[in-house]
Structure formats: C-alpha cells, structure tokens
C-alpha cells in the first residue's frame, strides 16, 4: 500500500481525538488490529479474524492512527504511544475483484470522516492495483451505498464466495449484505 495521509484537525467535543495519520500497517500493528476488530466482532459487528492471519497480511491494511505527530496529546491529554483508531484491509479475491474487509473505526472516533477516508482510500489502492471491482460483504449496506456502492445479490459475487463463504462456519447465516463499486464507474478522488 503507498497511501498516507495526515489529518490535523481539531475535533471539538472529542476529548483525545486531535486528528489522525492514515498510513499503511505493518506487522507489529496485528495486535492493535485485532484488538479493534475483536471488539466489534464481539458486539456482532465484524466476523473474527486471527491475530496470525493479520499479521500475515498487515501489507495489505491501512490504519488511521492518532500519529506520531499527536501522540503528544494522547488520548486522555497525557503523552501516550500511537494508537490504532481504524483500519481496513484490502484483500485480492481474484485478479480483478478485491473487498474492503474489516473495516471498522473506534466509537469515539466516528463520525470524523475516518470511515470514508479509508473506504475511498482503499478503492483509489484498488484502482491502481490494476483491480476492476471492490466489495464488501457488511452489516451495513447503507454506509457503503451513501459511498457509492451498490446493493447487489451475493451470487454476483462468486469469487468472495469461492475465496471465503464457502468455507466459513457463518456460510449462509452470516446476516451479511454483499456490495460493490465498479471501479470504472468512479474517476480517483479529488
């Protein structure tokens, strides 16, 4: 992954969330990663996934930390290490199909834009990565469709269900809705 950005905005009302670094993860984020994914996944939100698996495919993620630049901060206004408030991973499923799997961003740090950013990130990596179509199998299909998504069956997406549904132990009762974006339909972010 190539993308990095810095958010260095200010939050009122959001106590420790000063701003955040949007960078590519790297193996010693696994525990941070799964840590954040475990706890939606917990809460029904997100389907579990193993620290080894993460840190196996942590080049294929992005997170949006609090940053080296605000670590100063910390989250409670006490010098503190980075922290990971999102990530999300793109993963191949054929040579032209990837998903934004394991998406997800901390309570107190949503609604800040962060979700989009690394939605819209990971289709601009896609795009460059030579991939036609993005996809996501969610809990919520109206976050993704107000992003451009399209609410489709999941038979239309036959390589996520080769790659991952089939066997999955959720198979068929995993209440997730399938979307995707084709990647032609969109031009880069401005």
């Known amino acids: 992954m190539t993308a990095r950005a810095v958010l260095t905005t200010a939050f009122p009302g959001r106590p420790g969330v000063v701003g955040g670094a949007l960078r590519p993860a790297t193996a010693e984020d696994a525990p941070a990663i799964h840590a ?3 706890k939606y996944q917990a809460a029904g939100r997100l389907l579990p996934r193993p620290e080894e698996e993460i ?3 942590a080049d294929r993620f992005l997170v ?3 940053g080296p ?3 100063a901060f910390g989250r409670f206004g006490q010098a503190s290490a980075e922290t990971v408030m999102g990530c999300a991973e793109l993963a191949p499923l054929s040579a032209t199909v990837a998903e934004v799997r394991s998406l997800v961003v901390d309570e107190q740090a949503r609604g800040l834009g962060f979700g989009r950013l690394l939605v819209d990130t990971i289709a ?3 795009r460059l990565a030579g991939f036609r179509t993005v996809c996501a199998f969610t809990h919520d299909p109206a976050y993704f469709v107000r992003l451009g998504y399209s609410l489709v069956p999941h038979a239309w997406l036959p ?3 080769a790659h991952d549904c089939a066997g999955c132990r959720l198979f068929r009762q ?3 809705d399938a979307v995707r974006l084709q990647l ?5 972010r401005a």
């Open 36 to 38: 954040l994914i475990a």
């Open 55 to 57: 840190g196996r495919h």
């Open 64 to 66: 949006i930390t609090d």
């Open 69 to 71: 630049a605000f670590a």
């Open 124 to 126: 601009d990596e896609a």
């Open 159 to 161: 390589e996520k269900i």
């Open 174 to 176: 995993c209440g997730q």
């Open 184 to 188: 032609a339909e969109r031009g880069p």
